[in-house]
């Protein structure tokens, strides 16, 4: 089956510090791959994706490579902002459909 | 991007009541629909798959009876919670896929659902 296990939060940063987010997943056939970004109270966001192995995915500075070889989709940003808390969701689909989640980053940013 | 209208964003009822929420895709169809619950500093947790014209596939331990879902139309899919209890208390998300399906889900903004 597919699954999706993501770095362990919470995360603190100090505004500007560098961001890594890490996401391993399992599953079978080729899946495409995605980040989602939940802010308190809301819904998911699609932050990005790649579809096929070496894409990178990209929005908002934040950037993600899709690595076959490792089975990785790590999320990262150069410089953090304040307006990046929020929880971050690595996720993957064989289907097309039906998405499996990893269980989430919250990420805080402090100024 | 594509848009999903989820609505209410709140919601308070007593025990032993119904609420339906509504799950609209504004700007595109959407021939599959999916409900997710999500408990307090976790992961989304999928309740059931809504086609539409079709009967909803639920997920293991998900009971029908109690989450009644509808997909009448290319762009709503309902979920009805049925005789509520406190213990139904939670966030209720919905999602949508557009064509391709491999460009990902988009999202309503939730339901927050209490109990009293």
């Known amino acids: 089956g597919n699954s999706v296990t993501q770095m362990e939060g919470p995360v603190t940063l100090s505004e500007e510090a560098f961001l890594t987010i890490n996401c391993t997943y399992t599953a079978t056939g080729y899946p495409s791959l995605f980040w989602y970004v939940q802010y308190p109270g809301e819904g998911l966001q699609l932050l990005l994706k790649a579809t096929k192995a070496d894409d990178k995915g990209s929005n908002k500075g934040f950037e993600a490579t899709y690595r076959k070889e490792t089975t990785s989709f790590h999320l990262e940003k150069g410089s953090v902002q304040v307006s990046d808390s929020a929880v971050y969701f690595c996720a993957l689909t064989t289907s097309g459909s039906r998405l499996t989640f990893g269980e989430g980053t919250q990420l805080t940013v402090n100024p | 991007g594509a848009v999903v209208s989820q609505h209410p964003s709140r919601v308070i009822c007593k025990s032993g009541t119904s609420v339906k929420i509504e799950c609209r895709s504004l700007d595109f169809q959407a021939t599959t629909m999916f409900w997710y619950r999500q408990f307090p500093k976790q992961s989304l947790m999928l309740m059931a798959t809504s086609n539409e014209g079709s009967k909803a596939t639920y997920e293991q331990g998900v009971e029908k009876d109690k989450f009644l879902i509808n997909h009448a139309s290319l762009t709503l899919s309902t979920l009805t919670v049925t005789s509520a209890h406190p213990e139904d208390s939670s966030f209720y998300i919905c999602?949508?896929?557009?064509?391709?399906?491999?460009?990902?889900?988009?999202f309503g903004q939730g339901t927050r659902l209490t109990v009293v």
């Open positions: 999602s949508a896929i557009r064509a391709p399906a491999n460009t990902g889900a988009f």
